[in-house]
Structures are given as C-alpha cells and as structure tokens.
C-alpha cells in the first residue's frame, strides 16, 4: 500500500504543471492530411480548367468548321455538318470537310491562273495593236491623177500583196512599188495612177490602206 501511495504522489508531482497552452495542435503533429486536401482541390481545379479549355477548343472548331460548311459548295446537303456538339466521333464528316475545302482551294487557284492567262494575253494583244497603230502611217502626195503612198509600220508579212490588193480594188494602176525593212520597221512606196482625180477617192484609199496596218 505505500508503494502505491508513493507512486500516486509522484504522478500527481510530475503532473502538477499540466496545462494545455503548452500542448501543440493536432495539425502540428499530423499536417499531412491538410496537404493532401490542399492537392487535392488543386488538381481538381486544374481538371476543370482544362475541361472548360478542351470544351471552348471544340466550341472554335465547331465554328470553324461551320464557316467552311457555308463557303464550300455542295456540302450543305451533307448530313450531320450542322451537329453543334461536333465531337470526336465526327472525324469522318470533318475529315470530309476538309478534303472538299482543300479540292475547292485547288480549283479556284486553278481558274485564277486561267482569269490571269488570259487577261496577260488580252493585254497583250491591245498593246500589240495600239503599239502597231502608233508606229504605223500612211502618207499621200498627189499630183494630177498619179499618187505616191508612204507607208511605215513594223515588219507584217504579206503587207505589200494586201496593199496592192487595196489599190487593185479601187481600179488604181500601180506603176512603181518598193519594199524596205530595218530591223523591225518596214517602209512600201507605191506610185499609182488613179481612176478618179478626187480627193475623196484619195481618202477612201488611204483609210482602207490604214485598216491594213490595224
């Protein structure tokens, strides 16, 4: 029994400082559970933020791909273009979009090509001719009923046949007619006698002679 006695004494000695400012909280002694909580809402969150960036994605894509629906002909008839909720199960009608929008790029590349062809050849062809009309002319001197034309343009194969066949037409006799190029340039002289000593017939034979060289 004094045993006893003594060992109560000497717990109730040991105890008798006891207070509870002095023990520390739980959290000091178990902090793992709060950071596990802390990491969990972390990632938690940041799945939502890439739930909401990944829906927004497919959101644009959808849109997107609307826009080329309604600039690409013949894909409006197609089915399930318009799906709002244009999912990855829809790889097939996007894959088809695609491919048409890329096969509509290439035709109209293909006929801009052809628009521009031709337009450098038409513009072409009109400095040709107002080039060829500038540098060409037709001179007359008359004296009695005998002319002398002078004519200069850029080089023309059969010219002189088509200009002997202009005073032929108007029953003009040719009596003399010489032919000379230099470089590009050619120059024919043709000395007729005319039928009609007018200046109206002068004139008529000059235009036509000017319509050659057009």
């Known amino acids: 029994m004094e045993e006893e006695k003594a060992i109560s004494e000497l717990f109730l000695t040991i105890m008798g400082d006891y207070s509870d400012s002095v023990i520390p909280p739980l959290s000091y002694f178990c902090p793992l559970s709060q950071t596990i909580n802390n990491k969990t809402r972390t990632r938690t969150r940041t799945r939502d933020r890439d739930r909401d960036r990944e829906q927004l994605r497919r959101q644009k894509v959808a849109e997107l791909f609307k826009v080329l629906q309604t600039m690409v002909p013949n894909l409006c008839s197609k089915k399930n273009l318009t799906d709002s909720n244009f999912l990855p199960q829809h790889t097939s009608t996007q894959g ?25 050849a038409s513009a072409a062809a009109v400095l040709a001719h107002s080039c060829t009309h500038q540098k060409s002319s037709v001179e007359v001197m008359v004296s009695g009923n005998i002319a002398f034309f002078g004519i200069e343009t850029v080089m023309q194969k059969g010219l002189a046949v088509r200009a002997l066949m202009v005073l032929e037409q108007h029953q003009a006799e040719v009596l003399a007619s010489n032919i000379t190029t230099n470089e590009h340039k050619l120059t024919l002289t043709i000395t007729a006698i005319l039928k009609k000593d007018d200046e109206d017939e002068i004139q008529r034979i000059r235009k036509d002679l000017l319509l050659l060289l057009s």
């Open 96 to 120: 088809t979009i695609v491919w048409e929008t890329i096969h509509y790029i290439t035709e109209l590349e293909q006929k801009l090509m052809r628009l521009q062809a031709k337009r450098e």
